[in-house]
């Protein structure tokens, strides 16, 4: 079975169709590329994956410990399903330390409840000892540990970036949505990445779903790429047969005049 299967998929704005019948599927250990022209609808099905919006159509099926659809699931829920995400905009919290910022992506393992935390019963510090060992440990794997204690803000941008990263497998995910990682970043920023999100998946185990416009970054990690148009998916496949396919060359660069 697939660990992501899409069906129909439908999302309106006010009449406007943001994503118009698209079905998927993917399979566990790839990394996929979601590539489009500005408003194609991608970071709207990034949205749709991970229950900030509700579909007006269509399923979305995960495959991971458990089959789950995720209609009516909050964000939080389907994190705790296994798929966590980073987003276009960096979202860190900036006047936090790299550290503090990190330990927030531990929250679904957390074992202890209100009543333990008031009163400082044994369980609570066992857990936060827990955590903050696993949070050392991927710090240090993303040779971000001896910046712990810096606020975020006062990162460079490819390590704010990195960070996001960081607090996203800090969720456990099975499945990593990654939006417009490379955005803003120089060539040698761009290649570290790279190899990052390689890494990455091989290192966790992940399947990885990136939104990119960095072309070189695209066709040199992905295995398949779904390209998307005014919200509608019109091409899929390897690299090569993506760079070869004429409805993608239309949509990129316009169709030749006579």
């Not at 079975?1 to 993917?26: E, Q």
């Not at 148009?229 to 899929?236: E, H, K, M, V, W």
């Amino acid at each position: 079975m697939p660990v992501l299967k899409v069906n129909n998929l439908t999302k309106t704005f006010g009449g406007i169709s943001a994503v118009t019948d698209v079905s998927l599927d993917i399979e566990a250990g790839e990394i996929i590329g979601i590539i489009g022209p500005n408003g194609a609808g991608k970071t709207t099905f990034f949205n749709l994956l991970t229950g900030l919006y509700s579909p007006n159509s269509g399923d979305i099926i995960y495959n991971l410990d458990s089959k789950i659809t995720t209609h009516d699931l909050k964000p939080h829920k389907i994190t705790h399903y296994g798929i966590s995400r980073t987003f276009q905009n960096i979202r860190l919290f900036q006047n936090m330390s790299v550290m503090d910022n990190v330990l927030i992506g531990f929250h679904s393992e957390l074992k202890y409840g209100v009543f333990c935390a008031l009163f400082r019963l044994p369980s609570y510090f066992k857990s936060e000892n827990e955590i903050y060992k696993k949070t050392d440990r991927l710090l240090d794997r993303l040779n971000l540990l001896d910046k712990k204690y810096e606020l975020a803000k006062n990162l460079p941008y490819g390590d704010q970036r990195k960070l996001e990263i960081a607090r996203a497998l800090a969720a456990n995910p099975k499945i990593l949505l990654l939006d417009e990682p490379a955005a803003g970043m120089n060539p040698r920023e761009t290649r570290e990445l790279m190899n990052l999100i390689k890494w990455i998946k091989d290192e966790f185990r992940l399947t990885v779903i990136l939104i990119e416009h960095d072309m070189s970054l695209v066709m040199n990690i992905c295995e398949r790429i779904f390209v998307f148009d005014y919200g509608n998916l019109i091409a899929s496949g390897t690299p090569e047969e993506v760079q070869q396919n004429k409805k993608v060359v239309k949509a990129y660069l316009g169709e030749e005049v006579e």
